[in-house]
Structure formats: structure tokens, C-alpha cells
């Protein structure tokens, strides 16, 4: 008698032996070789881009306004004299 057992069956061809488990949140599950369609790509890219600039964008206001009070303008070349480093500190962290 033989050491050797039979060869365990192939691989299922679509990479799953069950199906995909549902989503926590009760959104459809992608079936595989599905792909979203082009106006929610551009959504995702949309919130993907905005939602962390929001957050860039008020950081880099106050770091402005924190600088830029005190300063003060010479009338003859307009060069800005005065302010707050650190504000423009806070503006480059936010940038």
C-alpha cells in the first residue's frame, strides 16, 4: 500500500471557495471583475481630495491671521515689518 492519498481537488476558478462575507455597514459587496462606475470614482476622488484640505486650509488661515497681526506696512516700499513668526510656523505646518 501506497504513503500517498489522492491530490486534493484544484483550486475553485474564481479565486473564492465561498462567497464574499457582506459588508458591516449593509453596502453592497463588489463581485470580483465589477468595478465602480465613472461618476462614483470621481466622487471617491473628490472626498478623498477635499476632506483633507478642509482641515489644511483652516490651519494655514490661522497661521496667517496669527502672523500677519502686528505686522505693519511701510507706506514708501510696502515692505512688511513686524508679526508673528510663529503663525507663519503654524501656516507651513498646515501647508
Do not use: H, Q
Not at 471617491?44 to 489644511?56: E, F, R
Amino acid at each position: 500500500m501506497s504513503d500517498y492519498a489522492t491530490p486534493p481537488p484544484p483550486p475553485p476558478v474564481s479565486g473564492y471557495s465561498t462567497p464574499p462575507a457582506p459588508s458591516g455597514t449593509g453596502a453592497p459587496v463588489a463581485v470580483r471583475g465589477e468595478l465602480a462606475s465613472w461618476p462614483l470614482r470621481v466622487g471617491g476622488y473628490l472626498v478623498d481630495s477635499l476632506l483633507p484640505a478642509i482641515p489644511a486650509g483652516i490651519i494655514i488661515a490661522i497661521g496667517m491671521a496669527m502672523g500677519a497681526s502686528g505686522a505693519t506696512a511701510d507706506p514708501t516700499t510696502g515692505a512688511m515689518t513686524g508679526g508673528n513668526p510663529l503663525g507663519f510656523v503654524i501656516a507651513g505646518i498646515g501647508y
